[in-house]
């Protein structure tokens, strides 16, 4: 059976939520494992067919502790995992693109293969108490999660990827 791993951090909620909805929905077609990012390790790579990786956008840079996650995975899983199929999900305050495009150079490093474009869900926080509040994620937002992770287990599920 084909395995998806979800590597996921949050600070405030916002990215659990996110990645919880879609490993909920990719369990329904696929063996699915999330892990938080401290926790993930280079094995847990190399087991896994497929990748959702999630996380925040801080000071328009991926979070501190998935940047942690890439540098102690990268080489250990360099030349091992090309051409596995991965999508992002990033949490923005306001725009989240430069997170999405540091997590995707990373993939094209490890030469994943992106199966879709990052879901970026933005909850519009501005403000510094806007920003360190725990966030609610709303049902359509939640719904485009779940819709991610049910079309990466189903692709990994029937070979699709």
Known sequence: MAQLLMVYHSKTGGSRQMAEAA????????????????????????????????????LAAIAGIMKDFFDR?????????????????????????????????????????????PLIICTHAQTPEEILAAKTISEDDLTKCRDLGTGMGAGLSLGVF
């Not at 926790?39 to 847990?44: F, G, I, K, L, T």
């Not at 790579?45 to 990748?51: I, N």
């Not at 725009?95 to 879709?116: F, H, P, S, Y």
């Open 73 to 117: 995975c990268y080489y250990p899983a360099l030349g091992h995992i090309e051409g596995r199929p991965y999508a992002q999900m990033v949490c923005a305050g306001s725009d989240g693109e430069n997170a999405a495009r540091q997590t995707a150079r990373i993939a094209q490093g490890w030469r994943l293969r992106e199966v879709q474009p």
């Open 23 to 58: 490993a909920t929905a990719a369990r329904d077609e696929v063996e699915t494992i999330l892990k938080p990012a401290h926790e993930a390790e280079p094995e847990h790579l190399l087991q896994a067919d497929g990748y959702i990786f999630c996380g925040p956008e801080n």
